[in-house]
Structures are given as C-alpha cells and as structure tokens.
C-alpha cells in the first residue's frame, strides 16, 4: 500500500520548506529526478507496463548524447521543474526543446534553460511545433502540475498531441488533471509515465488521472516529515489469501448465507453463488423462496455443493456471513430474508436491491456494502444529502468516505478504481481491475468473493478487518477479470475465474 495525499496535503506541507526559503532547492530536486528518470527512459531502463490502458511508446534512442527531449511548459512552477531538468539535459548532451504555452514561465527556470543552451518553441507556433514533435524522443508534459482545479467550467488544454512514438512523461500530474480528484480538462495527454514529486497525489490513483498517467514513480524531496498521517491508501497488490489452516473443516472456514436471485433475476444469485464457492469457504447455503423455484433449480444445477433451504430453516444457524441483494429485485419473501439478516448480529455484504433496507441505526457487526456510483448517489440522496451518480464518480474518495461515515459501514465504491472506505476516514483505491469488468453481473460476482472472505473474518470482525477483507475480494475479483481475454467475457467466466486467479504472496 502507498500513502496518496491531495493537492492541498502536499502544497500544505511544502509551505513550511517554502517559508524557510528553501523553494529553489525542492524544485532542484524535483528537477534532478525528472531529469534521471527521462536519463533511465532514454536508456531503456524504465520499465513500463500496460496498466492504467495507457500506450507504451516505442522509442527510438537508446542512448541519452544527441538525443532530442521536448517539455510543454507552462506558467508556473510545474513548467519551471521541467526547464530545469532540460538544463540538466543538456549537460548530458541532450538536445532539448521548450515549447512554451502560455507567454509567461519560470523565470529563474527559463534563464538556467537558456543559459545551457536549449531551444524555445511557442506552442502557439502550431506549424514549428508540429514538425519538431515528430523528431522527439521524450516529450515532458509540464503545463500544470498541482496548480489544476478542474471546476464546472472546462479550461481545454488544446495541445498538440505527439506521435505515438515519443514516449511522453508527466511532470508531478498528467497536465490538466485534478491533483484531489482525477478529474481532467478536456485535451489532457495520456502519459507513458509520470514523475511525482514529494508524494503520490490522489488524482493519479483515481479517475481519468490514474488512467492518464502510466506507471507513476514518486520522487522524494524531502517533505515526508511535513506530510500529515495517511487517510487514502494506493492498494495495488494482490489479495492476501491463505489456504485453510491444517485442522480446518466446513463450519470453520467460512459459511456464505446467500439472499440473492428472484423468480425475475435467478442467474444474479447462481452468479454470486459459484463466485462464493470458488472463492474457497466451508459451505455456501441460499435462501431459496417459494416466490421463486426457477433460481432455486438454476442454482442446484450450477452449484451441487450449495445447500438450499427455504427461509427460517436451520442450516442458517451456520452462517458466518451473508451476502444479501444480488437479483432480488422486489421480491417480497427475498426482502423479509435481507431484513432478518440485516437484523442480525453477523457481518453482511449487502448489495443492489438490498440497499434501500438498511436500517437507520447502525449495526453491531461488520457491514460492508457495495454500491456502484448511482447506487451510492441514492442511498446518499434518500438521506437527505442530495448528490448525483456523476458527482459521485467524479470524486470516489469524498464521497465513498463521506458515505461510510453517514451510513457507519464500510463502503465499497465499485468503479474503474475501488474504493473502500471505513467510518473513521480511511480509504484503500484497489486498482488493477481492467475495463472489460464493465459487464453486466460482474457486481454480482464481486458481491459472491467479498461475502467468502468476509466469512473468514469472524463474527467479531470490526470494520478495519472488515475494510481488509473487501479490499482482497476487489483485488481477487480483478486478478480473475485479468486472466480472461482482453476482448471481454460473460460475468459466469469471471465467476468462474476466480477459482483460478493466481493470488500467492
Ligand atoms: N511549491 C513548491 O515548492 C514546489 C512545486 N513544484 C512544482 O510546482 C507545481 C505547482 O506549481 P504552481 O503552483 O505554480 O502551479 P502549476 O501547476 O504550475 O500551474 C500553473 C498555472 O497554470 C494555470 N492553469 C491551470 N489550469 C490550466 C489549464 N487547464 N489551462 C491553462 N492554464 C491552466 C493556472 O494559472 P491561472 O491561469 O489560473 O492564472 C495555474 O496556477 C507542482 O505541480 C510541481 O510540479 C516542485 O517544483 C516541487 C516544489
Ligand atoms: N471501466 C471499468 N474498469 C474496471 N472495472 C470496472 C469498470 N466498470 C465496472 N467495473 C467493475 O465491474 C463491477 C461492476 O459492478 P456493478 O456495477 O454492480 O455491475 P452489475 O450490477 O452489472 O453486476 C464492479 O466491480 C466495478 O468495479
């Protein structure tokens, strides 16, 4: 896990360094680590992977003397840490290029820039620009760095956007993008690779940013004493699972109670279901209703292990954690089930449909819920905090935070990045999960994994405990997803999956 601070986090704790006039020597260091990390790029040993859907480019120098690195700068100190680093640059034999793109810059940046020798090109100058983009090995992108707010009024960068041969690397932020949110202007360039400096800032994990940004190295400037304690967590590792321990049986593993499917949506619950049972627990038990028999036979088919009760009976004793919602849709017996359960003092996943009834008190036991972002609006909403699917989406961590905090329950935000807040403020960002999740019952899986290794957790599980299990079933979920075709797949492939992904230590 790496610690991701906001914008205003890393400005606040530059101030002190600021105030003791120690500005020049953060952006020198700043601009030594830009300037080594275009070095190790242009020698081809950056390693750059796929993640985030950002396209590796293919460069043509392998050697640094005589190669040709160009930087958008901008009028703040995000343009100045790049006219430093191409001063370093150049006394590494590197021809370099500013294309400048406002009629102001880094003064003290420009003079050192000039001063060894480099080149300016105003951006404006379409025609020069162009022709001289092509030529380029590494293209810096230092418009704007934490000095982006992106409000209800889109600023357009309107940059020319380099071949797909230069290999383009962001100074601290992906230009135009909300170093708090994600959120990007329209016409921000998707980066290779992004240096950042002093810290990972949130809107490199979360949003457009994190998919604009590539792989993300964090170059170290001296503000760790200055930063507060994290709240937000980058969790990019795989899911922490371990096999039973030697003496396990059925009961001791983990039992799954499963509320899910109605004579309408009967293949939500099969879905949860298998994804339970492959996940690894004890025993899975579902609450089959007489309001629906088809999802009682389509279960049985699919999954022979589960046991299949009617509501009340007492294989349900067993249960160590439900997983309530997928398919129920308005199913009365399906609720009256949700309800005795959210009653309950076992941990619960409560999904889709399941939702709407949860109590107004909070819960003994742990109780995570998984919500996508529409879904999130309208709990929040129906609590008398009016906001919409997009606001949600366009800031996960505020609103999946402020939501654990209204509703006392872990909150899992599904979305391209995850993420899982506890009351107390804490927010992991799972990451790794391809866009080909974007299919319909995928939720349904993921609500089958976090109820598995929920059950596992044990009944008095608090929400820290809780916060951890849902993070390895984000993670678990993704891993499954990742080693199906990249094309797409069914929600049933993926349930299958996940009693494949590769998830050692
Ligand atoms: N502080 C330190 O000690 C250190 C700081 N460091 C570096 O400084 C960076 C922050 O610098 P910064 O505060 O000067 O802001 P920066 O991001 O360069 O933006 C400049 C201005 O651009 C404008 N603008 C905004 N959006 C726009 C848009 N869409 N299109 C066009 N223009 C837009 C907006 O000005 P406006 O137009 O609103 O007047 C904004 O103020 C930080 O990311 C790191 O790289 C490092 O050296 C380490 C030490
Ligand atoms: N673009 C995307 N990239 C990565 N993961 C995604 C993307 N879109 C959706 N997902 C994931 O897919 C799942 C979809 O869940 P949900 O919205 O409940 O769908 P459904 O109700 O159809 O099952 C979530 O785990 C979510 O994080």
Same mark, same amino acid.
């Given at each position: 896990m790496r610690p991701a601070y906001s914008g205003s986090e890393v400005r606040a704790a530059e101030q002190p360094l600021l105030d003791a006039g120690r500005g020049p020597e953060l952006m020198r260091r700043a601009a030594r680590g830009l300037a080594q990390h275009v070095i190790a790029v242009l020698q081809?040993?950056?390693?750059?992977?796929?993640?985030?859907?950002?396209?590796?480019?293919?460069?043509?120098?392998?050697?640094?003397y005589g190669a040709r690195v160009g930087a958008y700068v901008g009028p703040g100190n995000n343009g100045g840490d790049a006219l430093f680093a191409l001063a370093q640059l150049r006394g590494r034999g590197v021809d370099a290029i500013a294309f400048t793109t406002h009629d102001r810059w880094h003064d003290d940046g420009m003079r050192a820039f000039r001063a060894a020798g480099g080149r300016v090109v105003p951006a404006v100058d379409r025609a020069a620009a162009?022709?001289?983009?092509?030529?380029?090995?590494?293209?810096?992108?230092?418009v704007t760095g934490t000095g982006t707010r992106v409000g209800a009024a889109p600023r357009p960068l309107d940059l020319p956007v380099p071949p797909a041969g230069v290999h383009v690397v962001a100074c601290d932020l992906p230009s135009g993008v909300d170093a708090d949110t994600g959120r990007a202007?329209?016409?921000?360039?998707?980066?290779?690779?992004?240096?950042?400096?002093?810290?990972?800032?949130?809107?490199?994990?979360?949003?457009?940013? #994190?998919?604009?940004?590539?792989?993300?190295?964090?170059?170290?400037?001296?503000?760790?004493?200055?930063?507060?304690?994290?709240?937000? %967590?980058?969790?990019?590792?795989?899911?922490?699972?371990?096999?039973?321990? %030697?003496?396990?049986?059925?009961?001791?593993?983990?039992?799954?109670?499963?509320?899910?499917?109605?004579?309408?949506?009967?293949?939500?619950a099969v879905l949860a279901a298998r994804a339970a049972v492959n996940a690894g627990i004890g025993m899975l038990v579902v609450v089959a209703p007489e309001s629906a028999p088809?999802? #009682?036979?389509?279960?049985?088919?699919?999954?022979?292990?589960?046991?299949?009760?009617?509501?009340? /009976?007492?294989?349900?004793?067993?249960?160590?954690? %439900?997983?309530?919602?997928?398919?129920?849709?308005?199913?009365? /017996?399906?609720?009256?089930?949700?309800?005795?359960?959210?009653?309950?003092?076992?941990?619960?996943?409560?999904?889709?449909?399941?939702?709407?009834?949860?109590?107004?008190?909070?819960? #003994?036991?742990?109780?995570?819920?998984?919500?996508?972002?529409?879904?999130?609006?309208?709990?929040?909403?129906?609590?008398?905090?009016p906001v919409s699917a997009s606001d949600v989406s366009g800031d996960p961590i505020r609103w999946a935070s402020r939501a654990a905090e209204e509703l006392s329950s872990v909150v899992v935000l599904k979305g391209p990045t995850t993420a899982v807040a506890t009351p107390d403020g804490t927010v992991r960002l799972v990451t790794g999960a391809p866009s080909t999740l974007a299919t319909a019952g995928s939720g349904d899986v993921l609500a089958g994994v976090t109820g598995a290794l929920l059950s596992q957790a044990g009944q008095e599980a608090g929400p820290e405990a809780a916060a951890e299990r849902a993070e390895d079933a984000v993670a678990l979920h993704a891993a499954a997803a990742r080693q199906l075709p990249a094309h797409g797949f069914g929600a049933s492939a993926l349930a299958d999956s996940v009693g494949e992904a590769d998830d050692r230590h």
């Open positions: 081809g040993t950056t390693p750059v992977s796929q993640q985030g859907g950002v396209a590796v480019s293919g460069r043509r120098a392998s050697r640094v162009a022709g001289l983009l092509f030529t380029l090995d590494v293209l810096i992108d230092a202007e329209p016409g921000a360039l998707a980066a290779a690779t992004t240096v950042t400096f002093g810290a990972l800032k949130r809107g490199l994990a979360v949003g457009e940013g #994190r998919s604009l940004a590539g792989d993300v190295t964090v170059v170290d400037i001296g503000l760790g004493p200055h930063l507060p304690g994290p709240s937000v %967590w980058l969790c990019e590792g795989p899911a922490r699972l371990d096999p039973p321990v %030697w003496n396990a049986h059925k009961y001791s593993r983990g039992v799954v109670g499963l509320v899910a499917g109605s004579e309408q949506y009967p293949g939500a088809t999802m #009682r036979r389509m279960i049985l088919e699919a999954c022979p292990e589960a046991i299949v009760a009617a509501p009340g /009976d007492g294989v349900f004793d067993r249960v160590s954690a %439900w997983v309530l919602g997928p398919g129920i849709g308005d199913d009365a /017996d399906q609720r009256r089930s949700v309800e005795r359960a959210l009653s309950s003092d076992l941990p619960v996943v409560v999904d889709a449909s399941a939702l709407p009834y949860l109590p107004e008190t909070p819960r #003994r036991a742990a109780t995570v819920l998984t919500p996508h972002a529409g879904e999130l609006a309208s709990l929040l909403s129906g609590r008398g905090i």
